[in-house]
Every structure is written in C-alpha cells, then in structure tokens.
C-alpha cells in the first residue's frame, strides 16, 4: 500500500504529478519505494500540459513491467489514475457478472500482467473493456450482459487520444492504429468453435490482417477464469483456430483462388474469344475473393453465376449472355450442393467493423 499524503488548496505543481508517475513506474519495477505527495487534479493536468510525453513515458513503464498490477495501483492511490484515464478508473468497483471477478478493473489488471510485455499488447489490455462501462445491461434472469461494448470502447479510446494526445506523435501512429484495432477485434478470437467453415478462418485471419498474431496474444491474456477447465478449453480454442489459419495458408500458398476452366465458362457464358479481358474478368474475381464477397477454389459455374449476377461491376452485359450457358451454371451448382447465393457486401471498414464470428 502506497503511503499517500494529500494536502488540498495547493497551488497547482506539476512536479507533484511527475513525482506520482515516477513512484508508480519504480513500484512496477519493483524497487524500493518511499511515500509520495498524492497529486490533484490540476497538478496532473499541469503535467499534461507541461510534458504529456514525459507522463506517457512513465505510463508505458508501469503497463510493460513485471509489477504492472502494482504500478496500477498506485496510479489509482495517487489519484493519477483518475485524472488521466477516468475511462479505466471508472472500472474499479464495476462488477461484470462473473463470480470470478470482483470487478472489471481487477480483470482488466490480470489480463494485463498475462499478455506478452510490448505496448502494443499491454495498452491495448488496459483500455480493452472500457466500453463494459456504458454498455451494461441485465436480462430478467439476471444474466449480465455488454452487447457491443468493444465498439463502444474503441470510441471511447478515439475520444480519449483526442483529450490526451498520448500517440500523437509520428512514431506512435502504428502503436495507436493497433491498440485501436485489438480494442474494437479483441473479442473475434475467443468467439471461435469448430462450426467455423475454412472459408469463415480465411475470412478472419484476412480482416484481422498484419494484427492476428497481436490480436491472438491478447485473447490469451483475456481468459483469467480461475476454472482450470473452462480455461483449458479457451487456451484450445485458440491453438485450433491458429492451426487452421496456418494450415489454410500453406494450402492456399500452392493453390490458386481460381479453378482451372473457370476461363474458358467465361467465354461461353458471355461469347468472349481469348483476350485480355477474360484476364481482367478473372482478375476482378480474385479481387471479389480477396474482398469476401464470395469464396475461393469453387466450382467455375459459381465464377460464372457471379460475373452474370454483377455483370455491370465487370464490365458486361447481361443481356448479351448465353441463356443456356447460365441456366446450365445454376443446374450444376445446384446438383453439386453449393448454395448459387453469394455475397456482395464488401469487407467492412475497421473503424467500425462488428466484433460478430465471421
């Protein structure tokens, strides 16, 4: 417990608020610490205003150290934790249903000491359930729910950078557009069971892109249930889902998203001869694939049925079509099982991207 001495009616001091930080980075740290003058509000703010870099710095020394739980505490005991972060303070005390947890902040402490020590990872821990404050809500049988708190805290975090500055700088963009990223993402992973099809664990490793590996580390810093079974199976949930996205890639690697003929249906179906644009049409359907608009390596009747149901985005007229070629495109697909139905909604920006499995 940090020894705190708070004398109101002082004039505003920021090196009050510098000395608080510095105690709460050598507390994570784990070195000897003294007592500390607990600093207001307006000292805190006169840091900011001073040297918000020089407070961010303490910061990202207390959330990447070993004693990081302890170094959070004292932020909280000192009064700093309010002031900068009323977001995350505001945790504290908030039940969220579980019997394991007292509160969200002592979750949101755990999930932080267990996720792999690098910024973006441990930031993105602290702010990960913010938006549980906002989006609480308890069903008649009592069961507590936060529908589309990761949404709600992404905002949350974008109005808080927008207060702070903390990642402002030019070197701090990747930092800030991951942290952002793992917040509004950070509960697709443990959404995951084995009724996802090959083309949903395509669709999810390509949406969560170069963050995957990130976005995998903090779903295992997530999962602190103190049941050692329930979190057995969670930790296993994430090693199938990250063997079946390696698996797919490897095979995806050798195999081309197109199947071989899907060429020459295209021709029939739209009465083209060997040209450059059945090159483009093929290449605008590798784009769709990319895209999520329909999956890859099915039947080239499905290719066909796409290209004659978007002819306008391809460049064709479906008027000009070969009727008989088109009918015979959906008996095929039809007779083989495939659902002719396809998507046509591309792949959501993620600035506000839904946090549903794929």
Same mark, same amino acid.
């Given at each position: 417990m940090t020894n705190v001495t708070i004398e109101p009616a002082k004039p505003a001091k920021a090196d009050r608020a510098f000395d608080a930080f510095e105690h709460a980075a050598q507390r994570a740290e784990g070195r000897?610490?003294?007592?500390?003058?607990?600093?207001?509000?307006?000292?805190?703010?006169?840091? &900011?205003?001073?040297?918000?870099?020089?407070?961010?710095?303490?910061?990202?020394?207390? &959330?990447?150290?070993?004693?990081?739980?302890?170094?959070?505490?004292?932020?909280?005991?000192? *009064?700093?934790?309010?002031?900068?972060?009323?977001?995350?303070?505001?945790?504290?005390?908030?039940?969220? *249903?579980?019997? =394991?947890?007292?509160?969200?902040?002592?979750?949101?402490?755990?999930?932080? =000491?267990?996720?792999?020590? =690098?910024?973006? &990872?441990?930031?993105?821990?602290?702010?990960?359930?913010?938006?549980?404050?906002?989006?609480?809500? &308890?069903?008649?049988?009592?069961?507590?729910h936060f529908l589309g708190h990761a949404e709600v805290g992404t905002r949350m975090f974008d109005k808080l950078e927008r207060r702070l500055a903390f990642f402002s700088r030019s070197d701090d963009e990747a930092l800030r557009r991951t942290v952002r990223f793992l917040i509004l993402h950070h509960l697709r992973a443990n959404q995951y069971d084995r009724g996802w099809t090959d083309s949903a664990v395509r669709r999810f490793a390509r949406e969560m892109g170069p963050h995957l590996h990130d976005l995998f580390c903090l779903s295992r810093a997530d999962i602190t249930t103190k049941r050692p079974e329930k979190k057995r199976r969670g930790l296993s949930q994430l090693d199938e889902l990250q063997d079946r996205i390696a698996v797919l890639a490897a095979e995806d690697a050798k195999l081309p998203p197109l199947p071989s003929g899907v060429g020459n249906a295209i021709m029939a179906a739209f009465g083209l001869k060997p040209s450059r644009r059945v090159g483009e049409i093929k290449f605008a359907l590798e784009r769709a694939i990319e895209a999520g608009a329909l999956e890859e390596r099915l039947p080239s009747a499905a290719y066909v049925l796409f290209a004659y149901d978007h002819a306008q985005d391809f460049g064709l007229s479906a008027h000009d079509a070969n009727l008989g070629a088109i009918e015979a495109a959906r008996h095929e697909l039809a007779h083989a099982g495939y659902d002719a139905r396809f998507e046509a909604d591309a792949v959501l920006d993620d600035t506000e991207q839904p946090c549903g499995a794929p």
């Open positions: 000897s610490v003294g007592s500390v003058e607990g600093a207001s509000l307006e000292d805190v703010r006169a840091a &900011i205003d001073l040297d918000r870099f020089r407070v961010r710095s303490a910061l990202d020394r207390v &959330i990447v150290s070993e004693g990081c739980e302890d170094g959070l505490d004292d932020l909280a005991e000192t *009064g700093c934790l309010q002031v900068v972060f009323p977001e995350v303070h505001a945790m504290i005390g908030f039940g969220d *249903g579980e019997w =394991r947890h007292k509160d969200v902040w002592k979750h949101t402490k755990q999930v932080v =000491r267990q996720a792999e020590s =690098r910024l973006e &990872i441990r930031w993105s821990a602290l702010f990960h359930d913010i938006g549980k404050i906002k989006t609480r809500s &308890i069903a008649p049988d009592g069961t507590v």
